[in-house]
């Protein structure tokens, strides 16, 4: 989803609020971005709530008990790496913390950047180890097209988020260039890298929820 | 309405009023028509066709009150709507009422639909109750399956029992999803027709092979989606006439949906017996030995001593 | 693509030259990105015109098809692809189930939406609540853009080989989810995409008016004084938010399924075929109030404006919207009491749809009220108006039948279903779309239509309307299913078949109500007379602007003193106080 579009502070110019940037804009008051991206955050949850009762539906159907179903193409359907990707969880719950002390830092006129590199560090690991996990999987026979529902929708869901984060760690870095090359976020004013991290709790608050639901339930 | 709009129309259109009034004239005379050409067609009011289940007449009961109810308040709103469009038009002088609303009467009108639409959930609920009951223990039970684009039936042999099917065996080679090493799977009787006797339950257990399907008849005041993958199996009527009908396909399945039908007869319970008994004892004496169970069928991975269950109606909860 | 960018410019020339836009841009970019709202909101009019005309003229194939079986179908039949009609021009049973489901996607997603939420949502609610434009204008434009790409898409689907998918705008799977039964993997792949990019610009669309209405409101206009198409926008807005990312999921789901193998729909993978029908619904019963909550938002506005009279209920209006918002999420289950779904689910949907059924009660009720002891003014968009209640009194009183559990069993997809909600979707809401574009066409074009031609377009489309639908109830009665291209296959509908040809006698007239209106909006643009400020004496924020609009609209931030539907105050010389204006010392309004 257009993201960049929309935690760009620039793109915004609402002409009640007087404030201007470089090109004799108007910029939008930070409140009403804010505002503006927890609405689309609680779209995209509903996107998630769509995909994870689809996943609880075909689940109850086929008797709770029953899961995973190793029915499907006479296949032994590999064992969910549940230590491997707490560790992952871990690593992603933290880099919202990490996000949450940059925050703080700019707020308190420091660069932040190395903060913020760090976050986006920690995105890129897990996005790391979720392809290893995926490609251990396919190996042993589970994919999107193996292993019925079971595979599809554990691939599915993950995929969503997967590429969530990966817009968020894209997000983050382009913040971290910003701060780095033009020192854009000021005690003042920080309204993209605040907006980034909505999005970027969001996606983690989710990962807990799948993590959750996928590999334990 | 009409007669009060008339005038501005008339104003604004003064060439073309006459032409237009003549049109107008023309499709109200046609509007008219129309009920009445359903009420000849069908010998009754409401322009239903006739009912020829036990629970359909349940369905047309509840059918008619709903009718009468939504007439009445027809009648009543436009009724008064057209009569403030007439009495409250603009008249030089007079200006319109200030008011912003009045409580009391927000509450009366809150409360009485309320309390007449969760009345009518409440009979429909239990209707619908009645109909879903399990169906008796002398239904004559049938396989109804469906496929792109038609049906086939399944009726029981000489014992009298439909021989056992699982849905997960539904195949291309083996429609009816029915183990081929067991001796009754060939005393079936398959047919395309769906021939019920009259008077008796009739027990319908739906199936398709590929995608939704539904099993809809107008004269049974009945419809059921067939879902590939399950067997539905809470659908039964007692036909309290005899007569020539047609099944019809009402989910959108593909190309050839809109011919997916099939003929149903209803007939006396002797001219029933005449009709299916040659065919079970054909099947009887013609049945073979099973095949041995080497040969590749789908079903040969399950092991051939467990008896398949007979699914007549939902075990598992689903959805 | 040219020719939305072409038709954009028409809208333009209602502020060229006056303000400046302030963006440097000038030439063609000056067009296809332009921020301001209410060219967005005439972007939005006039690429959904072209996709009306498209739309309703696949259902006078239909309808010609339905009566005449297998008659080539006049001039129509020449113009469709290969896929769709046979060599004489006749409908093919796959071109007819084709139609079918371009018909129904194409009025609902890029038509009516992009018309009530797309033109009036952009152009209403700045103007209304007193703000410069949109809180993001950049997305607003972005929004447009995303619209116009999936509506190139949704019309690519007829040139995929196999043609476009013919599963209904419902798609049901696994018909829709497997190639080989739809027999256009392709085609049912891409209505799946430009569905997904229609819902992210609705999404763009909602995030905007839901922040704007909340942060950008005047000095003085609190919640309860927005006006009530304001209000009903918001509301919708918020079920967009919270339906459409739900079709978004399960629209994503059937493109693995057809293209990457995964069996979410598929029982031989323990998919589950009803799944997509919970998903499906769970987003589309919201939007069929989607639909109607905006146009309920223009009928009170316009029925109190030429009534002079408030809004009889103004705060029970907002509640009920509120209350049908709300509901509107738990209902989603009465399209599938007969779907092999749990029998006591259905038993539970059927209470929760009759409870939905009292707010609309309520509303009919207020705008009873509303004309009751009024004065009421008889214009164009007040025939429309006051036959949106009508019409939705009709189709909403056929719905009480199908929310009967019972009844269900028989008019389940029969025509009775259509004749519904085509009295709820063309009567009720295209009705109000007429009324409101007659009514607000004044201040986005800033010109005058003309009367003699909008009163044809009023009498034939009210005419021919009910022609066309009302026989679709007995025929559905009379058992006729929907979705079928031959209803002469079947012995029992073979004798109804006249009503078959009265409807689309209808049908016919119908198309060609639309061409006095076509004709009236575009030499108006041109030839109309210059509009007054304010012609209707309204009360509302809009009409205190002069013609056409600056960029930037209110040259100061006006300040609200009231409520929006001060008409006919006792004591007062003008018989309507507007928003900005402060009653006199000696007058009292009442509270509302
Ligand atoms: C804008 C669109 C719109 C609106 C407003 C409605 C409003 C309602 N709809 Fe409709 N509906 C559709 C659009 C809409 N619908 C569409 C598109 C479909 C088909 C989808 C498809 O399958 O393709 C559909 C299908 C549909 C079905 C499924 C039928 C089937 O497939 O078998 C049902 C079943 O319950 C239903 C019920 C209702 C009810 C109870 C209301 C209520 O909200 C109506 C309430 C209004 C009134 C009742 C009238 C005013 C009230 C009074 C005057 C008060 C007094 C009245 C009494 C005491 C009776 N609708
Ligand atoms: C906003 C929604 C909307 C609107 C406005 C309409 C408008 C019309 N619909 Fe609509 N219809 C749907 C939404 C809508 N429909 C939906 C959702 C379905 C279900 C689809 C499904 O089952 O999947 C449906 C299904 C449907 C069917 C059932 C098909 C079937 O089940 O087999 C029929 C049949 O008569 C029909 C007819 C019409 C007609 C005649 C119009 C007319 O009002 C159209 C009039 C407009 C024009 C004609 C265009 C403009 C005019 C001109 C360009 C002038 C010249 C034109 C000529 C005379 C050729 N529609
Ligand atoms: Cu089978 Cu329609
Ligand atoms: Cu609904």
């Not at chain 1, 910003?178 to 990962?207: I, S």
């Not at chain 3, 006056?18 to 060219?39: F, P, R």
């Not at chain 3, 609190?222 to 926008?233: D, E, G, K, S």
């Not at chain 3, 009967?404 to 259509?418: A, E, Q």
Request: hydrophobic residues 45%; charged residues 10%.
């Amino acid at each position: 989803m257009n993201n960049a579009a929309f935690n760009n502070a620039s793109l915004f110019h609402a002409p009640t609020v007087q404030e201007a940037d470089h090109h004799g804009h108007p910029k939008t008051d930070p409140k009403i971005c804010r505002l503006g991206t927890i609405v689309f955050l609680c779209s995209e949850a509903l996107l998630f709530s769509g995909l994870i009762s689809a996943y609880l539906v075909v689940r109850a159907a086929g008797g709770f008990s029953n899961w995973p179903p190793n029915f499907h193409d006479g296949i032994e359907l590999p064992a969910m790496p549940r230590l491997l990707t707490g560790i992952n969880t871990v690593i992603l719950v933290s880099s919202s913390f990490v996000y949450h002390a940059a925050e703080s830092a700019v707020k308190k006129g420091k660069s932040g950047s190395s903060l913020i590199l760090l976050a986006a560090m920690l995105g890129a690991t897990f996005v790391g180890i979720q392809c290893v996990e995926w490609t251990n999987l396919y190996r042993e026979g589970l994919w999107f097209n193996k292993g019925g529902v079971y595979g599809s929708s554990f691939f599915t869901l993950t995929g969503f988020h997967g590429a969530h984060v990966c817009i968020g760690v894209l997000l983050i870095l382009w913040c971290f260039y910003l701060q780095v090359t033009r020192r854009t976020f000021t005690p003042q004013r920080h309204v993209a890298l605040e907006n980034v991290g909505l999005y970027w709790h969001f996606v983690d608050v989710v990962w807990v929820f799948l993590y959750v639901i996928l590999y334990w339930l | 309405m009409i007669r009060a709009m008339i005038p501005s129309l008339k104003k604004s259109t003064l060439t073309s009023g006459s032409l237009i009034s003549r049109v107008v004239q023309g499709i109200i005379f046609l509007l008219l028509i129309v009920p009445a050409m359903a009420e000849q067609r069908a010998g009754n009011i409401y322009g239903l066709p006739p009912c020829v289940t036990v629970s359909g007449e349940k369905v047309d009961a509840i059918f008619r009150i709903i009718f009468y109810l939504t007439a009445t308040v027809f009648v009543l709103t436009q009724g008064t709507y057209i009569v403030y469009l007439i009495k409250y038009r603009r008249r030089p002088g007079v200006k319109a009422h200030y008011s912003h609303g009045n409580n009391t009467l927000e509450i009366i009108w809150t409360t009485l639909p309320t309390i007449i639409f969760l009345a009518l959930a409440i009979y429909g609920n239990r209707v619908w109750d009645e109909i879903h009951r399990p169906a008796p223990e002398n239904a004559l039970t049938i396989d109804v399956s469906s496929y792109q684009f038609g049906w086939q039936m399944r009726y029981p042999g000489v014992s009298g029992k439909l021989s056992p099917s699982d849905v997960r065996a539904i195949s291309p080679q083996n429609p009816f999803g029915t183990d081929p090493s067991d001796p009754r799977t060939a005393q079936d009787v398959i047919s395309p027709d769906l021939v019920i006797p009259v008077g008796r339950p009739v027990h319908v257990l739906l199936h398709s092979r590929d995608v939704i399907h539904s099993f809809y008849v107008p004269e049974f005041r009945l419809y059921q989606d067939c879902v590939p993958g399950r067997t539905i199996g809470w659908v039964w009527f007692q036909a309290t006439r005899t007569g020539d009908f047609q099944l019809a396909c009402n989910q959108l399945c593909g190309t050839g949906h809109y011919n997916m039908k099939a003929p149903i007869h209803i007939l006396p319970e002797e001219e029933f017996q005449k009709w299916l008994t040659p065919r079970q004892q054909k099947n009887a004496a013609s049945s073979t030995p099973p095949a041995s169970p080497t040969q590749a069928d789908p079903v040969a991975h399950k092991a051939p001593e467990k008896e398949l269950p007979l699914t007549t109606t939902e075990t598992k909860p689903k959805l | 693509m040219s020719a939305t960018t072409v038709d954009a410019s028409i809208g333009m020339d209602v502020h060229d030259g006056h303000g400046s836009h302030g963006h440097g841009k000038k030439g063609l970019m000056h067009y296809i990105w332009n921020t301001d709202h209410k060219v967005i909101a005439m972007q939005f009019l006039w690429t959904s015109i072209i996709y009306l005309v498209l739309g309703g003229s696949m259902a006078i194939a239909m309808r010609w098809q339905l009566a005449w079986p297998g008659h080539p179908i006049p001039i129509l039949g020449h113009l469709l692809p290969s896929t769709v009609v046979s060599e004489d021009g006749a409908l093919i049973p796959g071109g007819y189930n084709m139609l079918v489901t371009m018909h129904g996607t194409i009025l609902v997603f890029f038509v009516a939406m992009p018309v009530l939420i797309g033109v009036f949502g952009n152009f209403l609610i700045p103007l209304k609540i007193g703000a410069g434009d949109m809180a993001f204008p950049a997305l607003n434009e972005l929004s447009y853009w995303l619209f116009s790409i999936s509506g190139l898409i949704m019309i690519a689907t007829f040139f995929a080989p196999g043609g476009a998918p013919g599963t209904g705008w419902t798609a049901y799977a696994p018909l829709s989810s497997h190639g080989p039964y739809n027999g256009t993997s392709l085609g049912q792949t891409l209505w799946c995409v430009s569905l997904f990019v229609n819902g992210l610009s609705s999404l763009t669309g909602a995030v905007n008016y839901i922040t704007t209405v909340i942060t950008m409101r005047a000095p003085g206009m609190t919640m309860f004084r927005m006006p009530l198409p304001v209000w009903a926008i918001f509301i919708t807005a918020i079920l967009l938010i919270f339906a459409i990312p739900v079709l978004s999921a399960a629209a994503a789901l059937i493109i693995f399924d057809l293209n990457f193998g995964t069996s979410f729909y598929r029982p031989a993978g323990g998919g589950q075929p009803l799944l997509w029908q919970h998903l499906f619904w769970f987003f589309g019963h919201p939007e069929v109030y989607i639909l109607v909550l905006p146009a309920m938002g223009f009928t009170s506005e316009i029925l109190a404006v030429f009534s002079r009279k408030p809004v009889f209920g103004y705060k029970a209006m907002v509640y009920a919207m509120s209350v049908i918002g709300f509901l509107g999420f738990i209902v989603w289950g009465h399209h599938m009491y007969v779907s092999g779904m749990q029998l006591w689910l259905s038993a539970a949907f059927g209470v929760s749809t009759m409870v939905i059924a009292v707010p609309s009660a309520i509303k009919t009720f207020n705008w009873m009220g509303t004309i009751w002891r009024g004065s009421i003014h008889y214009t164009v968009p007040m025939a429309f108006a006051v036959a949106f209640v009508s019409m939705f009194v009709i189709g909403g009183l056929s719905g009480i039948f199908m929310a009967s559990t019972p009844v269900d069993l028989f008019v389940h997809h029969t025509y009775f279903i259509v004749a519904h909600f085509h009295y709820v979707i063309f009567g009720a809401i295209v009705f109000s779309v007429f009324a409101a574009i007659y009514f607000w066409y004044p201040k986005m074009s800033g010109r005058m239509w003309n009367e003699t031609l909008g009163w044809i377009h009023f009498w034939m489309s009210f005419v021919f309307f009910n022609l066309t639908f009302f026989p679709m109830h007995n025929l559905g009665l009379a058992g006729m299913m929907r979705r079928i291209s031959d209803p002469t296959v079947y012995d029992c509908l073979k004798q109804v078949q006249p009503l078959n040809v009265i409807c689309t006698i209808g049908a016919i007239g119908l198309g060609l109500s639309t061409i006095p209106f076509l004709i009236n909006m575009f030499w108006s643009l041109k030839y109309g007379p210059k509009a007054p400020a304010n012609p209707w004496n309204s009360t509302t924020l809009e009409w205190t602007l002069e013609n056409p609009i600056q960029h930037g609209n209110f040259p100061v931030t006006p300040t609200i003193y009231h409520g929006p539907y001060e008409y006919s105050i006792p004591g007062m010389e003008k018989d309507f106080l507007p928003q900005n204006e402060k009653a006199p010392d000696h007058i009292k309004l009442e509270a509302h």
